[in-house]
Each structure stands twice: as structure tokens, then as C-alpha cells.
């Protein structure tokens, strides 16, 4: 038998080696580290919260990766991001990048986007003053309402509601007002606005810090879960605001949506695994930046719909849980 196949194959082996001697620095110089910008939420809110912890951790891990935090509008102006390339990552609400991933509604084509994990699940919340009239969905016809800040997930579901609700148009129209948060609890003490939609965490410190000053009412949301489920897919979920959250007396049905860790697709599986490798590792750290109720479940880290899995999340997956 010639010999020709294994000098070959040693020739190969040797040049295989030295390059990766020469990309990782055969002189004992540290591999170069990749920047990765995320693209996050407003400052003081739970994206931009997660964003900060994750570039902390990683910075902590001492692998070849750095997270650099962007402050932005949330999901819509994320994905915006993703698209023109000004974000490495983002996060954003299920539903939104479901949009982005089809070309859907406010993405007049389909975007480059990929997920690398469902992080947690948000609730809805609709809030009005205990003491005020409303007490249903319906009632909110003619009144103003805080429904999310421009170019956030809350916005979108704020609308997909009403609209569900038979108060997206017409003279039964709810009058949405473009607020964040911040901007939303101080509308509903002063009285400016009559309900308050917030998208997050159980609970949310800036709802339970309102609670204690005002009497609230939580209208339940599950009964549109359906109408939303026809329409944009099982990206909508009935789930529950517990008794114990914000001083309920009993649990209110509302809807839930995921939030997405993505990518855009053309970063590399590289360092998509050592990133989602930090993210497990740390997971009940990055989330008690955000919010007390919200968990990373690894088993349902996957079901990111129709957002496509990154190949390097894929490799990841396989690679912890075959």
C-alpha cells in the first residue's frame, strides 16, 4: 500500500495546524475580540437592564467577545437595527420579530434575522385606577390610553388588543398615546391618561412601586388570546398575573408573548456559542436584572416559531443536549 494517502494526510494535518497556530497568535498573543453591539431598550427599562448584565458576564467570562449595550426604543427599532446592520443583536418581543422574519405589517420585506434563544415570557398588563369608571376592554372607547412608546413590542400589542377589542378605529376608537413606561405611570397618577399597557416581567418593579400609591384594577386580556392566535399564529399565549403580584386579590387571565435573544445572520457561529454559552451559565443572574418573575427555561429556548435558529445556536444546542 503507497504511503502517498498518509503523507497527504499529514501535510494537511500540518498546515491545518499551523494555521490555527497563526490565527490564534503563535507568539502568545491573545486571539483578537469581537464586538458585538446589542441593540437593547430605553435606560431603566428590562431590555436595557438584560442588555447591560449580558455585557458584564461576558466581559467577566474572559472569552473573545465583547457586548457593547445600545439604548434604543425596543423591539420595532431592534429589528430596524439588525436590518441596516447598526446591531449585531437585539431583543425584542416574539411577535414583532415574527413580523420582521415574514416581512410582516411594519417590514415591508423579510429581514436577516435569526434567534439564538427564547429568553422569557412577557405578560400583559392593562392597568386603570381602581376608583374609575372602566372596568372592561370596551369601556376604553373615546378615552386616552398609554400603550408603549414609539417603535417598542408594547406598542404592537397595545394596537393588536384594541383593535381586537373593536376600539382600533371608528368612533369607538381609543386614543393611544406613544409613551414608555416612565412616561406612562406618571400619565396614570396624574390622571392624563385613563389605562396603561405595559409588555413584561411578573412583577414590574415600576408597576409594583405604582401599585402601592394608587389603587389599580387589572382588566384581564385572556379572553382576545384567540382572535390574536387567528390571526398572527401561536406566538400569543393565555397565561396568568399571579394573586401574589401587585396586591391582586385573585389571579387575572392576560396574554403572554416571548422575548427573543437574535442575530443578525451573518455573524458568525464562533461567537454565537461561546455568547449563548455565557447566557446558560449565567442565566439566573441576567434575569434578576430584569425582573424578579422571569425565568430562562433552557428546554423551551428553541421554540423561537418562525424566526429561524442561527446555525451557531443550532451547533450550541446540539452540542449541550445532543
Not at 49 to 60: E, K, S, W, Y
Not at 69 to 89: K, M, Q, Y
Not at 179 to 191: F, H, I, M, N, Q
Not at 242 to 269: H, Q
Amino acid at each position: 500500500m503507497s504511503s502517498e494517502p498518509w503523507s497527504r494526510r499529514r501535510a494537511v494535518g500540518a498546515a491545518a495546524g499551523a494555521l490555527a497556530l497563526a490565527l490564534s497568535g503563535c507568539s502568545g498573543e491573545s486571539a483578537p475580540v469581537r464586538r458585538l453591539r446589542i441593540a437593547t431598550g430605553p435606560e431603566g427599562g428590562p431590555y436595557n437592564a438584560f442588555g447591560q448584565a449580558l455585557a458584564r458576564a461576558v466581559a467577566a467570562s474572559g472569552g473573545p467577545l465583547e457586548v457593547v449595550p445600545v439604548s434604543t426604543s425596543a423591539s420595532v427599532d431592534n429589528l430596524r437595527r439588525l436590518e441596516d446592520g447598526s446591531a449585531d443583536l437585539a431583543l425584542a418581543m416574539a411577535d414583532v420579530a415574527e413580523d420582521a422574519a415574514l416581512g410582516r405589517e411594519r417590514f415591508s420585506r423579510p429581514a436577516a434575522v435569526t434567534a439564538l434563544a427564547r429568553i422569557y415570557v412577557n405578560h400583559t398588563h392593562l392597568l386603570v385606577p381602581a376608583d374609575g369608571p372602566v372596568r372592561a376592554v370596551g369601556q376604553l372607547a373615546g378615552r386616552p390610553v398609554a400603550a408603549g412608546a414609539a417603535g417598542s413590542g408594547v406598542q404592537v400589542l397595545a394596537g393588536r388588543v384594541l383593535t381586537a377589542a373593536g376600539l382600533g378605529e371608528g368612533p369607538s376608537q381609543a386614543h393611544e398615546r406613544q409613551l414608555g413606561l416612565t412616561e406612562s405611570t406618571r400619565a396614570l397618577r396624574a390622571g392624563t391618561v385613563d389605562a396603561l399597557f405595559w409588555s413584561g416581567g411578573v412583577p414590574t418593579p415600576a408597576l409594583s412601586a405604582l401599585a402601592g400609591e394608587l389603587p389599580l384594577r387589572f382588566l384581564p386580556l385572556d379572553g382576545y388570546v384567540g382572535a390574536l392566535r387567528e390571526r398572527y399564529g401561536p406566538v400569543y399565549a393565555a397565561v396568568t398575573l399571579p394573586a401574589s403580584a401587585y396586591g391582586l386579590t385573585e389571579p387575572v387571565g392576560t396574554i403572554g408573548v416571548g422575548n427573543y435573544l437574535l442575530a443578525r445572520d451573518d455573524v458568525p457561529a464562533s461567537a454565537v456559542r461561546p455568547l449563548l454559552r455565557v447566557v446558560f451559565d449565567r442565566r439566573h443572574d441576567l434575569l434578576r436584572e430584569v425582573t424578579a418573575g422571569a425565568r430562562l427555561e433552557p428546554r423551551f429556548a428553541v421554540s423561537t416559531g418562525k424566526v429561524p435558529l442561527h446555525p451557531g445556536a443550532v451547533a450550541y444546542y446540539r452540542s449541550v443536549y445532543g
